[in-house]
């Protein structure tokens, strides 16, 4: 029973690339949530999505971020055009999405922009 | 906006119990506590919630006041591998976390 995966661990961009970061949630889990944490920073909620569904993107910045959770494959936290303050932590939490259940979370991919 | 105050940081002596508190005075009827850790530099760790009960788990056991407004979480055997940030947090069931600062546990051999 393979838990919350990410990947990948960690992700060397350069300024004006693009990131491109992977959650596969639980087995049977439906809800995606993504949080970022900036060194020596809180963890900060980004956007919760279902299958095919952004439920809560209030967390998300305006622009160069995008996220989806498409019906086959693991959910995609994208980032345009990096910049450095771009460089954290992104953690990736799934849940069943029913009942007082907590997350489940991944390791977290480390970007570095470079 | 977190709901919850947590002391900034903590010392338990290794072997002892640590009871770490949390205040929530504005907790809602339908909103659970939960806790959870973060050890350096890992994902966070869920431990354990409640409602209105006491719980326990293999890892820890939650006392909640009959009000509701304070918790507090106990490590029954606090170890090394159990310094970590510890996380308290009130939500309503299928809601989104949010994370506040946190209690920064230190274990001390």
């Known amino acids: 029973n393979a838990g919350v995966m990410q990947n990948p661990r960690h992700l060397v961009r350069r300024r004006g690339q693009e990131a491109r970061l992977r959650c596969s949630p639980m087995k049977g889990h439906s809800h995606v949530y993504w949080y970022r944490q900036l060194p020596e920073e809180g963890l900060k909620f980004m956007v919760y999505?279902?299958?095919?569904?952004?439920?809560?993107e209030s967390g998300m910045p305006k622009e160069r971020f995008s996220a989806e959770f498409p019906k086959e494959g693991p959910s995609i936290l994208r980032i345009q055009q990096v910049v450095r303050g771009d460089s954290a932590a992104y953690f990736c939490?799934?849940?069943?999405?029913?009942?007082?259940?907590?997350?489940?979370f991944g390791s977290g991919t480390r970007l570095t922009v470079v | 906006d977190a709901k919850t105050t947590q002391p900034t940081s903590m010392d338990c002596a290794e072997g002892r119990a640590a009871n770490l508190p949390c205040n929530h005075s504005?907790?809602?009827?339908?909103?659970?506590v939960y806790w959870y850790r973060q050890i350096h530099s890992q994902g966070p760790q869920y431990i354990i919630h409640?409602?209105?009960n006491n719980e326990t788990n293999e890892m820890a056991s939650l006392i909640i006041t009959e009000d509701r407004k304070s918790s507090t979480l106990i490590l029954p055997h606090a170890t090394l591998r159990d310094t970590a940030v510890y996380y308290c947090?009130?939500?309503?069931?299928?809601?989104?976390?949010?994370f506040g600062k946190g209690t920064r546990l230190h274990i001390l051999p």
């Open positions: 409640g409602l209105k």
């Open positions: 939490a799934s849940s069943p999405g029913q009942g007082a259940s907590g997350y489940t």
């Open positions: 504005t907790i809602s009827g339908n909103e659970y």
């Open positions: 999505l279902q299958k095919e569904n952004i439920i809560d």
């Open positions: 947090i009130v939500r309503p069931r299928d809601d989104k976390i949010i």
